[in-house]
C-alpha cells in the first residue's frame, strides 16, 4: 500500500542502482514528458542499495525540485524487489514505471498515455521492436521466454520490458501479491486485467548489471516461482525411466533364455549407472529448489527493508514564500 499523503494524478517510479550518470539526465527528460499529460507529478526514486552516488543525487534533486520522494532501502535487494517497494510508495492515479538508465526513453509517457486512453487499457507496456544484442543473447532470450511460457500456466509477452503506464487499481492488486521471490514479468501477468503491448527501440548501454549468473538466477526464479509443472515432468521422467527399463530387462531376460548365455557388457552397465545416478540427482536437485521456495515463503520476511523515506517536499516556491 501507499505510504500515505495525498494523491497525484501521476507517479513516475524508478529504482537507482549504479545510475548517477543518468539520474539528472533522466528527472528532466520525465519531467518534460509528464509536463504534456499533468502539473501534478511525484518522482519516486527508490535506491537500491546503489553503490555510487545515485542517492545523493536524487536528493539534490529533491532539493531542487520538490516532487521527488526518496526511498532508500538499506541494502541491495534485487531490480525486482525494489521495483515493488517503489509502486508501494507511488500515489498516482497512474503509475509510470521506468528503468532510469535511459535505455528506455521517458519520451514514451505522452505516448503511452494516448494508447491507455484510446483503448481504456490498464496497462500499457513495451516490447522490444527487434532485439540489438548478439546472436548469444538473442538466442538465451529466445529459449528463455519459450521455455517458461511452455512450462507456465501465466505467460508472458516475448522480449516484454520495464517501462509501463499502469491505472492505480491494477497497481493495487499488483501489490497484492506478497510472495518473497518472484520474477516481476510474471506477477505482471498473473495480475491481469487488460494490458496493451506497444511496439519501443530500446537503447543499447555498453554494459549491464545483468551478467550471466544474475540472469540464470531469473530463469531458475521465475520458472519455480510461477509453474509446478516441472515436479509434474520430474515424475513422468520418472515413470518413462521406469518403463523403459522394465521392457529392456524383459528383452534382455528373453535373450538370455534363448541364447543360453548370460549378457555381456560392462561399459553399458556403467553407462546406464552413470546416467540414472546423475538422473536422479537432477530430479532432487529440482525438488530441493521447489523445498527452498517454500522454505523462504513460510518465513513471511519483507521483500526489501527500507532504511529511510524522504517525502516531497512544496515547490521552490512556496518553500521561499514560506
Request: charged letters at 20%; one cysteine or more.
Amino acid at each position: 500500500m501507499h505510504q500515505g499523503g495525498r494523491r497525484v494524478k501521476l507517479s513516475i517510479v524508478t529504482t537507482l542502482f549504479r545510475s548517477a550518470p543518468y539520474l539528472r539526465e533522466f528527472h528532466r527528460r520525465a519531467a518534460a514528458a509528464a509536463a504534456a499529460l499533468t502539473p501534478d507529478v511525484e518522482f519516486v526514486f527508490v535506491n537500491d542499495g546503489s553503490p555510487d552516488d545515485a542517492l545523493a543525487v536524487a536528493l539534490a534533486l529533491r532539493q531542487e525540485a520538490g516532487n521527488v520522494q526518496v526511498v532508500d532501502l538499506s541494502r541491495n535487494f534485487g531490480h525486482h524487489p525494489a521495483m515493488m517497494t517503489g509502486l508501494a510508495h507511488a500515489t498516482g492515479d497512474r503509475v509510470f514505471l521506468i528503468d532510469c538508465d535511459l535505455e528506455e526513453h521517458p519520451e514514451l509517457l505522452p505516448t503511452f498515455a494516448a494508447e491507455q486512453d484510446r483503448s481504456g487499457a490498464d496497462v500499457v507496456y513495451g516490447v522490444q521492436d527487434g532485439r540489438r544484442d548478439g546472436w548469444r543473447a538473442r538466442l538465451a532470450a529466445k529459449v528463455f521466454y519459450r521455455t517458461f511460457n511452455l512450462l507456465s500456466s501465466d505467460p508472458i509477452p516475448e522480449n516484454v520490458m520495464t517501462v509501463r503506464l499502469m491505472t492505480r487499481r491494477y497497481v493495487a492488486a499488483l501489490l497484492g501479491h506478497t510472495e518473497a521471490e518472484f520474477a516481476i514479468a510474471g506477477l505482471w501477468a498473473r495480475t491481469g486485467f487488460r494490458q496493451v503491448a506497444v511496439p519501443v527501440v530500446k537503447r543499447r548501454k555498453p554494459t549491464s548489471t545483468y551478467n550471466l549468473v544474475r540472469k540464470v538466477g531469473v530463469f531458475v526464479t521465475a520458472l519455480t516461482a510461477f509453474s509446478s509443472r516441472p515436479l509434474h515432468l520430474v515424475f513422468y521422467l520418472g515413470l518413462l525411466i521406469f518403463a523403459g527399463a522394465a521392457v529392456a530387462a524383459f528383452v534382455l531376460a528373453v535373450g538370455s533364455l534363448a541364447s543360453g548365455q548370460q549378457p555381456a557388457g560392462w561399459p553399458s552397465l556403467i553407462v546406464s549407472v552413470w546416467l540414472l545416478g546423475g538422473l536422479g540427482i537432477f530430479c532432487q536437485g529440482v525438488l530441493g529448489i521447489y523445498l527452498a521456495k517454500v522454505y523462504v515463503e513460510v518465513k513471511r520476511r519483507p521483500v526489501t527493508i527500507v532504511r529511510d523515506v524522504f517525502p516531497p517536499l512544496p515547490a521552490a516556491g512556496e518553500r521561499r514564500a514560506a
